[in-house]
T-cell receptor, first 113, second 113 residues
Framework: DVKVTQSSRYLVKRTGEKVFLECVQD?????MFWYRQDPGLGLRLIYF???????EKGDIPEGYSVSREKKERFSLILESASTNQTSMYLC????????????FGPGTRLTVL | GENVEQHPSTLSVQEGDSAVIKCTYS??????FPWYKQELGKRPQLIID?????GEKKDQRIAVTLNKTAKHFSLHITETQPEDSAVYFC????????????FGKGTKLSVIP
């Protein structure tokens, strides 16, 4: 049974703070993803990683960076949090290749005040 | 880049009726089309997917059809039940062989008992 976990379910931060969101998967998946989910906008890809230390920008990378030092862990970093980054953040992982299912984590609801 | 349009944004049906959700995509090279279901407060989960070399796929009460010429695909749910109430997302691979998905904005389905 695939398990994708995220470090926090709810997080409240102040404008300008550096924020770390962590995602861990236990199924040896090559690919990992960070999305943000906003009402009426669906799931938008921020960054993804196809292997350790490898990363690619998604559709909305501005204001974010990522780190993948170990295969099971993918971190999303907000260098200087802003109020427009208040959102639900979802991590996902999958085996390499086009046709494999993405397994999502439970999400982190981030509020930036 | 790939663009996925999803309609309708909300859908209400009586229990036992059928529900249809439609998506269009822009990149003719896309070759993988999954559908995810997200119940309230939960993570998205894959319910069915289809590859570009197949026109239709069924799994019990759920079916997906794909029209490559028109670049659209649809989710059909028959004999709807209250537990089908959720937000449904369609997605398309970003071109052939891509690890990335582009998601539609979602359809909130309500099944009225």
């Amino acid at each position: 049974d695939v398990k994708v976990t995220q470090s926090s379910r709810y997080l409240v931060k102040r404008t300008g703070e550096k924020v770390f969101l962590e995602c861990v998967q236990d199924m040896d998946h090559e690919n990992m993803f960070w999305y943000r989910q906003d009402p009426g906008l669906g799931l938008r890809l921020i960054y993804f990683s196809y292997d350790v230390k490898m990363k690619e920008k998604g559709d909305i990378p501005e204001g974010y960076s990522v780190s993948r030092e170990k295969k099971e862990r993918f971190s999303l970093i907000l260098e200087s949090a802003s109020t427009n980054q208040t959102s639900m953040y979802l991590c996902a992982s999958k085996l390499g290749g086009t046709y494999n299912e993405q397994f999502f984590g439970p999400g982190t609801r981030l509020t930036v005040l | 880049g790939e663009n996925v349009e999803q309609h309708p944004s909300t859908l209400s049906v009586q229990e036992g009726d059928s529900a249809v959700i439609k998506c269009t995509y822009s990149d003719s090279a896309s070759n993988y089309f999954p559908w995810y279901k997200q119940e309230l407060g939960k993570r998205p989960q894959l319910i069915i997917d289809i590859r570009s070399n197949v026109g239709e796929k069924k799994d019990q009460r759920i079916a997906v059809t794909l029209n490559k010429t028109a670049k659209h695909f649809s989710l059909h749910i028959t004999e709807t039940q209250p537990e089908d109430s959720a937000v449904y997302f369609c997605a398309a691979s970003k071109g052939a062989g891509s690890y990335q998905l582009t998601f539609g904005k979602g359809t909130k389905l309500s099944v009225i008992p």
